[in-house]
Structure formats: C-alpha cells, structure tokens
C-alpha cells in the first residue's frame, strides 16, 4: 500500500501509472490519508494522518505501508518530527522505515528543475506537471 497525504496526490500518481505503463495493472494501491470524503471539493490536508498512520502498522499487518510526504512545510514537519523514534533514515533508499519493517517514508525526490521550491520548501508532487 501506498499512502500519500492528499486526494490530488493519489489522483496524480495514478493518472501518471496509467500514462506510463498503461499495458500494465498497478502492483500496489494508492490511498489518500486525506480525512474528508472524497465527494468534497476541498481538502483537509491528511499529513498529520499520513504519519500516524505509518506509526500504527503493526508486526502482524499482511501489508507494508509506505508513505510519501511533499517537500513542503507541513510534509518535512511530519517526516522529521512526527514519525516516532522507531523510524530510522536509512540513506541507501533515501526513505525512513519503521523497527519492525512494516512502514516506510520518504519525502518526494527533488528533481533539478525544482530546486528552487525545495529550496522555500514548497514542493509538493502538484508542481512537477504542467496544469494540463
């Protein structure tokens, strides 16, 4: 499973999947950790939720749960201070995962071209496409 902070996000990483690899069914699920019901307009922003979530994955889970927080102010808060201690940043993969393996999380990966926005921290996956 993979978890990302709001509805936009899940609806943008699947358009892309399905832009990509469109000969190919998506091995993993994509789920919004957005609080409020999809048949709103607006969004409540589910970093908060994002984080403990990934908190919570238990040993037993059948599942491993990953987590992808923007570059922005709120996503580099909950990456850096809201994880718990049990979460270690393993450099190899650029990802923090949880003691028992059954979580993970990274921030987005900051492409040349956006340098400037993680720079200001304010990168979310919404500006690495053009509107249309």
Not at 39 to 68: E, F, N, Q, V, Y
Not at 71 to 83: C, F, R, T, V
Request: hydrophobic share 35%; with cysteine; glycine share 6%.
């Amino acid at each position: 499973m993979i978890y990302v902070e709001g509805k936009t996000d899940e609806t943008i990483l699947n358009t892309a999947w399905n832009k990509l690899f469109s000969d190919r069914p998506m091995p993993y699920s994509i789920k919004s950790c957005d609080p409020l019901p999809t048949s709103t307009s607006g969004g409540a922003g589910g970093t908060d939720t994002l984080a403990k979530l990934l908190s919570t994955m238990r040993d037993d889970s059948p599942h491993i749960a990953i987590g992808i927080f923007d570059q922005d102010e709120e996503g580099i808060k909950a990456y850096n201070k809201k994880l718990p201690s049990y979460f270690t940043e393993v450099p190899q993969i650029g990802a923090k995962v949880s003691e028992n393996g059954k979580a993970a999380a990274f921030l987005l990966p900051v492409p040349s071209e956006k340098e400037e926005y993680a720079k200001f921290h304010n990168l979310c996956i919404e500006f690495y496409f053009d509107d249309e």
